[in-house]
């Protein structure tokens, strides 16, 4: 509790360790399935690449387990995700079709899908709705956002690339407060968008901000999480029944 108080702790980065040892845990587990989906079919079939990154992401996640925190699930905010779904869902495909009707690029035509079978599919949307899900939140909104956040309040002394290498060093706060500045907002939105293809950079700072107020308007990164994975599986849905296989 800070400072004693019964005021509320938002943090939800182990507080006994610096920001710099905490990276490795929140990391890993996206690097291994970035590492993994780098790997071409023609090591391994498409239907074993999506196995292994749900073996090698999944024993990471566990692996690290002990030092994740995701704070309460309620059946509240599982209504919240639930109900946030198609305003999530426009952030993401609107852009795409704004883009294209501007000539800028139009990704929305007929897709090749190849050959890949049923199994490629659903362990491919597994990947998603759960891997996904879990590991971007945890770095984007749990680490990025946390270690932003505290290297916002040493940005007047220390200046922009002062404050946030010094951060590395420093131990997470317990705070009073979501991690959520103009600062870390900015910071993690960017830092989402990068893991993207450039055509969906404005969906996903769109989609960002969207979920980013709902965490504001629940304080959950269950939240989070849900209509994340949420968003996934109705993504891949309709790519398989809609015919939309550039949205993958």
């Known amino acids: 509790m800070p400072n004693g108080s019964n005021a509320e702790c938002y943090q939800l980065l182990l507080k006994d360790r610096r920001f710099q040892d905490l990276l490795l845990p929140y990391i890993s587990p996206y690097l291994v399935y970035v590492v993994v989906s780098s790997i071409p079919t023609t090591v391994a079939t498409a239907e074993a690449l999506q196995a292994i990154k ?18 309460k699930l ?33 990704v929305t035509g007929p897709v090749t899908t190849g050959t890949h079978s049923a199994l490629y599919f659903y362990l491919r949307l597994v990947n998603s ?3 996904v899900a879990i590991f971007e939140e945890l770095f984007i909104r749990v680490y990025v956002m946390g270690w932003l956040f505290q290297a916002g309040t040493l940005k007047a002394k220390k200046g922009l690339v002062g ?52 965490y504001k308007k629940t304080g959950s990164l269950w939240v989070c999480i849900l209509i994340h994975g949420l968003t996934n599986l109705s993504i891949g849905l309709l790519v398989r029944y809609a015919g939309m296989g550039w949205l993958w």
């Open 54 to 71: 749900l073996l090698a992401t999944g024993a990471v996640l566990l692996w690290f387990s002990k030092q994740y925190r995701f704070g």
């Open 129 to 131: 709705v759960f891997l």
């Open 74 to 106: 309620t059946p509240v905010h599982g209504m919240a995700a639930f109900a946030g779904l198609p305003v999530a869902l426009l952030c993401w495909i609107g852009p795409i079709y704004l883009l294209a009707e501007l000539g800028v690029g139009d």
């Open 163 to 214: 404050s946030v290498l010094d951060t590395l060093e420093h131990h997470p706060k317990c705070l009073a407060m979501l991690p959520l500045s103009l600062f870390s907002v900015v910071g993690a939105a960017i830092v989402f968008m990068a893991g993207h293809q450039w055509h969906e950079y404005l969906s996903a700072v769109l989609y960002f901000l969207f979920t980013t107020w709902l």
